[in-house]
């Protein structure tokens, strides 16, 4: 299978074949929180003939996913132009940081890329230059692999629209996955220009929309009282994720609590071993006690 091409701080790329086995039955998918987007393309493949709407607010991701889509030709050209023109990493963050708000939308979807690749833990315009992700991401088999990730896309909705729009809208049989900003990152610069898009979001507001939220749904989030409480209308599961992309304030790998928060949803699998996409790399979810 084709995983995001993208490198997304909280992403679920580590957790997809354990979401996998989540799934209900459904007509239409929809993801209002699209980030990297490594659920959405896992059940692209997997159903392939099923309808799809995923969305983010993030302008610069939203103008990638969209022109990887419509056009993956032209925005390859566009990322080898500057990867050519500027061959030293340095002068290429320099480049897009002075010139970026000047950008036409083909340009604003290659500098996304860019960014993807050559700053710390992939986090875009929050994050600072990275030789080292310079060097091994920012490489011809991760351009060229957007070839393959254009079709796996095909004919699917892609909106840069509020979440709200995604879960409000009527629509039969539709299962909405969603990976919210998490609660202890508003401290941190995950997502958006300076983390902005993680600082601001209404935690509350979001629990209340949910719970008058007529389609099965299922939420990731990170274990806190205030999350546990906001959502105690529905059902809680507790499990462990190992991040492999670090939080930009913290200096190692995290091994957290995570929530399953759902609808429909009331237990996980006993399984608790999960080998990912590459058989390289191996690690166990366990489910946690409830406090």
């Known amino acids: 299978m084709i995983k995001s091409p993208l490198r997304y701080p909280g992403g679920k790329s580590r957790a997809v074949e354990l ?20 659920v959405f393309i896992y059940a692209k493949q997997r159903f392939p003939n099923k309808k799809f709407w995923v969305n983010d607010l993030y302008l610069e991701l939203f103008k990638f996913w969209e022109m990887t889509q419509k056009d993956v030709d032209t925005l390859i050209d566009k990322i080898y132009e500057w990867r050519n023109k500027f061959p030293n990493g340095k002068e290429l963050h320099k480049f897009l940081n002075k010139n970026l708000d000047g950008f036409n939308d083909l340009e604003r979807a290659a500098a996304f890329f860019i960014y993807n690749r050559i700053t710390f833990s992939g986090t875009s315009l929050s994050g600072g230059y990275s030789e080292g992700a310079f060097t091994g991401r920012f490489t011809e088999s991760s351009i060229q692999r957007l070839n393959q990730f254009a079709k796996v896309i095909n004919g699917s909705t892609i909106t840069n629209l509020d979440y709200e729009e995604l879960v409000k809208k009527d629509g039969e049989n539709v299962f909405i996955f969603l990976d919210p900003p998490y609660y202890s990152a508003t401290k941190s610069a995950l997502y958006g220009k300076n ?16 719970r008058n939220c007529k389609h099965k749904w299922l939420i990731t989030y990170d274990d806190s009282q205030y999350i546990r409480e906001l959502f105690s209308f529905a059902n809680i599961i507790p499990w462990d994720l190992t991040y492999g992309m670090r939080n930009i304030t913290e200096a190692s790998d995290q091994k957290g609590k995570e929530l399953f928060i759902s609808n429909y949803l009331k237990t996980l699998p006993e399984k608790q071993q999960f080998t990912l996409f590459e058989p390289k790399v191996n690690y166990r979810i366990k489910k946690v006690p409830t406090t």
């Open 195 to 210: 983390g902005n898009m993680h600082k601001s979001f209404n935690h509350k507001k979001f629990a209340e929309i949910m």
């Open 19 to 38: 979401i996998s086995t989540l799934l209900p039955t459904f007509d239409e998918f929809r993801e209002p929180f699209l980030g990297g987007g490594s």
